[in-house]
Each structure stands twice: as C-alpha cells, then as structure tokens.
C-alpha cells in the first residue's frame, strides 16, 4: 500500500467520496479543512480497533483510583505502548448503528479521546466544522463516507500513510491556492533543496544505528521535514538495507497547519510531541536543542513588531540568538535564518532555507542586515545560494533563493561561496519564433496561483551536477567570502563661505560640507588610498575620508553577477510573432464557438 500507485488510488479514493458528501453544503476550497480531520480520526479510529475494550475496562477500573495525570501512561500501556486512546464506548462505525442519536454520540467519542488528541481536534477547528456537518445534515453522512476508507495498519503502513496524508494537503492546498503558499512549499522546490541538502550526507547516513534530527521552525503542515526524512529513506538510501533514524522536528505558529503537521506525525508513528505550537522567536519550545539538518521556508516580508521588545532584549546578550543583528522590523526572515544557526550541532549541521531577494541585499552598511550577512559570511557558513526561476509559488512571482548554510563544510569550499543561477533563460526558436525560455524549469500545463513554473527531476539534476562540480560556467559562480564585503567610505568635500572662502574648524582643518557628502563602496581587497586617487580625486580634488565613519558592509547583489547583455529583438520577429499568437487565438476561439 505504501507505493506511489496505490497511494494515488487511496487518495483519489478519500478525496472523491468526501467530495460527493460536501458539494453542496462546503465550498470547494474549504473541503480540505473537513477531510483531513476526519481522515486522523479514521486512521486512529482503525490503530485502536481490537484494542479499545482492553482501554476502556482498564479505564474504568482505574479512573476513580488514581489521580488523572497517573491515569494517563496507565491508559497508554492498555493500549499497547500507542500515544493516543479512547475511552469512550464508541467506534465510528458503531455511530453508524444508531443515526437518531449520532450527535450526542459523536460527541462522546471524540470526547473519549486523549487530551494531545483533543488539542490536536481544537487546533483543527473541528467544533466548527462537526456544528456546520449538523446544520446540513451531513454529520451521519460524513462518518458513514469516511467509515469506506480502510485505514488499518495491515492495509496501509505508517509510511505510505505519511504519502496519503502529505497527497490530501497538497490537494486541499490547491484547492485553495489563493493562500496555499502562505502555508505550502510546491514539492518540486522541496526536492530540490533535498536533493542539494543530503547529496554531500550519503556516507554518514549509511553508518550503522545512526539517529539524525530534521527541524523546521516556520514548519507550515510540516511537509518539508517529512519529505526531507521520505528522501533520505526511499532515494539517497533505497538500496541501503540499515536504514537510519529519522527524528522530525517543528515549531508552527498558525493553528489550522499546526493541527495538520501534529495529526501527521501522531497518524504515521512519529513522535507528534515533536511538533510544537507558538512563535519561534519569543516563545523558543526548543531552546537548547541542537539539530542535524534544517529546512524552512519561513514567510516573506512578514513584520516582527509585536515580538519586538522580546527580540532586541535578547540582542543585547552575546548568547542569544539575534546577537548579530536586527533586521527592519517589517521583514523577519534573516531572524529566522539566526534563529535556525543557533541551533546547529556542534559535529555539524546542514541547513536550507527559501527567501526572497530582501536578505541578500537590503540594509546599507552597518545595519542590522548588513551586520547579519557579515557575520553568517564571516564565520564560513554560507556554502551556497541557488536563485529559483520565478512563479514557483503559489502566491507570489517574485525572485526567491535557497540557502544552504554549514558549519561542515567540504575542504574544497572552505572559505568560498557558490552561486548558481536558476533563473537563467535562453533564447530557442519555437515555430519559426525566437524567443525564450527558463533552462532550469518548464511551464505548468495549468497554473495553480501564481505558480505558472515547476522544476522536473531531470532540471534538479541539472542544478545538482552545477553544485557537486563546484566550477565557474555560464550559470555557477563562485567567490571568496571577502568578495562580498566592502568598506563604505564617506567622502566629504570642504564646506565654502558666500565668498568662495574655505571654513576651518579650530585645529584649522577644513570643515565638511553635508550638502557635497557621498559615499563610496569599496571591495574588501581593494587598496582604499588607491582607489581614492584613481576614482575620486582625479574629480573632486580637495575631497578627503573620513576614516572615523567607515563602515563594513556586506551584500550579495545576485544579478550583478550573472548580468547578460541583450540587444533589442528586431521589428521583423516581433511581427512574426504577433501573427502566430493571433492565428492561436483565433483557433482556439473556434474551437469554443464550436
């Protein structure tokens, strides 16, 4: 059951029948908020059949013997070592038997669950959803759909249920795809990062009995870290019989994902406390905690103000995570990117992380920004940064990279910095028209959102063969740390009374005119006092620096350095292929009429 094709049919199967119950009475973008509920409940539901009258004698010989938090491992123990129960006298399928009184009943049963269940359930909604269900009459209908699914662990293992479940989020996401990238990161951007992250991990993962962490502090539905750790198991090691163990971790801060990347988690055998909910920046549920891998994508231009105080307190302590620097308030993700270092492990960590443009090249000299890039570039972390073609997401177009940041880097990449440019287009004839094209992806036979591209599998290749042969070609580049560093001088020019006469101060040295003062920025490898003579005095003659106010700035300005010149198309193509679109759109608008 857990391979690819049964997996789509069961997927297939769940959506189809939930849909036929909800048409009518859910939108179709808010289906996914009642399948995926009902689906954990059927899966536990299925996990404790044959073991919930042993949960529910033992319950009530205890329940008025001990107190209630020593009742609970008792609870866990009747149930064969699980980490949910249920006490209740129900079963979904014992709903069934009597319709009359399936709301009252229903209640009960979910009721009877463990409290982490009941969280779980709160998190979802689920109150909202059962009350819309009775309002439409679909309650007994909803159970009696869900009850066709055969969810038994003989049926389907706690692998291929991680598949179903990560299938139906990514359908439920679609459905939806006005917010789903708020929440989604598109698989094939996923895979890519994959596939860069572990390609160096091969060897260490295969050693015998060895434990690896995956964490992801913005973790959404916590579809990065299980896809991370399904990577690891079935292609970096699928012919490796000693597999490793895989530990997932999560923080998520929206209660709906929360709910879904928890019920993951308890639904496939994961450890589901692993999962935590809250804000990663003021309220760290991992402080202390130190991880082998990390992956996120944490949001974009997303303010930080309401944690403010908290963050610029913890700033001023030289063990606290933001030590760096701040950046602007209104954009947190390079907080997240000091937030993920602070947590590597100390024999190595490998870390991957989707941005936009801002944290490569916002804040001048000296700003929180500039003073973050510094010290990530400074310490040799940065190992790489890979641009993604645009419309990759779901609800965005804009320019995005992925990081990949280690504190283990390979001999041949120690103190050098690899980028690779995977928003490089090319010009190919098609019909009898130039014109161009994305090398690293390829248009989506429908658009979902904003994503109108996806990368195939023959595309990550490609961009991995560019990462492993670390060497300058068309599309990679690679630099020294100190190449993205630069000294920021201010140059000042000497300030003149209305009579032309230069004003001195009393060490009888020119006074500067704020009016005339520029800045400068000069590569770290350049020889300053040279670069002044040669490109400044040759045009302001009487101009000096003040070295007092130089500052060390750092930026990576991605399109500086793959810049391509290209002249204009000529008025002979562009007609061309105006002709060709007019000649599409006409069939096509027959093809409609007709």
């Known amino acids: 059951m857990s391979n690819n094709n049964s997996t789509k049919v069961e997927v297939g199967f769940i959506w189809q029948i939930t849909d036929d119950v909800l048409r009518d ?250 999962v935590k909910h809250g804000n990663s920046f003021s309220q760290d549920h991992f402080q202390g905690k130190h991880f082998h891998y990390m992956m996120a994508n944490p949001p974009y231009g997303v303010t930080w103000k309401k944690d403010q105080k908290f963050i610029e307190n913890e700033a001023l302590n030289p063990a606290g995570r933001f030590y760096a620097g701040l950046p602007r308030t209104s954009d947190g993700q390079l907080l997240f990117l000091q937030h993920m270092l602070s947590k590597m492990e100390r024999e190595g960590s490998r870390i991957g992380v989707v941005t936009n443009g801002s944290p490569l090249f916002t804040g001048d000299a000296g700003s929180g920004e500039s003073d973050i890039r510094k010290w990530i570039i400074e310490n040799d972390w940065l190992e790489c940064i890979v641009s993604l073609p645009k419309d990759m997401f779901y609800n965005t177009g804009i320019n995005t990279y992925i990081w990949f940041l280690t504190n283990k880097k390979e001999k041949h990449r120690k103190g050098k910095v690899q980028l690779i440019n995977g928003n490089a287009t090319e010009k190919v004839i098609i019909n009898g028209v130039e014109t161009e094209r994305n090398v690293f992806c390829r248009s989506n036979k429908k658009s979902l959102g904003n994503k109108r591209n996806e990368i195939t599998n023959d595309h990550i290749a490609d961009i991995l063969k560019l990462y492993t042969d670390f060497k300058e070609t068309q599309h990679s580049k690679i630099f020294d740390n100190d190449h993205f560093g630069y000294y920021q001088l201010t140059v000042e020019q000497p300030l003149y009374d209305d009579r032309g006469k230069k004003q001195l101060d009393k060490n009888k040295n020119p006074k500067p005119d704020s009016k005339k003062r520029d800045k400068e920025n000069v590569s770290l490898t350049a020889d300053i006092e040279k670069y002044f003579a040669e490109e400044v005095l040759p045009h302001v003659p009487d101009a000096w620096i003040d070295f007092d106010k130089t500052r060390i700035g750092y930026e990576i300005n991605f399109t500086k350095y793959f810049y391509e010149y290209k002249s204009l198309r000529n008025s002979g193509a562009i007609t061309t292929e105006i002709a060709v679109l007019e000649k599409e759109i006409f069939t096509l608008l027959n093809e409609l009429l007709n």
């Open 25 to 274: 009475a859910f939108k179709k973008n808010e289906i996914g908020d009642v399948v995926l509920p009902f689906v954990v409940i059927r899966r536990l539901d299925c996990i404790l059949d044959g073991i919930n009258e042993n949960v529910r004698s033992t319950y009530h010989n205890f329940r008025e013997k001990v107190a209630e938090d020593k009742l609970d491992p008792i609870l866990r123990k009747a149930a064969g070592g699980l980490k949910f129960y249920n006490v209740s006298n129900h079963t979904l399928h014992s709903l069934k038997d009597d319709a009359r009184n399936v709301e009252i009943n229903f209640n009960n049963y979910l009721n009877g669950f463990n409290q982490e269940v009941r969280d779980i359930l709160d998190n979802f909604q689920f109150d909202k959803i059962v009350a819309r269900l009775i309002k439409n009459r679909l309650l007994y209908e909803m159970i009696d759909a869900i009850c066709k699914i055969d969810m038994h662990s003989d049926k389907i293992d706690n692998h291929g249920m991680g598949y179903v479940f990560e299938e139906l989020i990514r359908i439920s996401n679609e459905q939806s795809n006005e917010t789903a990238g708020e929440h989604f990161t598109p698989r094939d951007v996923i895979a890519l990062m994959n596939t860069i992250l572990f390609s160096t991990e091969k060897e260490e993962l295969s050693i015998q009995g060895i434990i690896r962490t995956i964490f992801d502090p913005a973790c959404g539905t916590g579809g990065m870290v299980n896809l991370g750790k399904n990577y690891i198991l079935d292609t970096l090691l699928k012919d490796i019989k000693n597999k490793p163990t895989i530990a997932t971790y999560g923080q998520e801060l929206n209660e709906q994902s929360y709910a879904i990347a928890k019920s993951e988690a308890l639904i496939t055998g994961e450890e589901a406390n692993n």
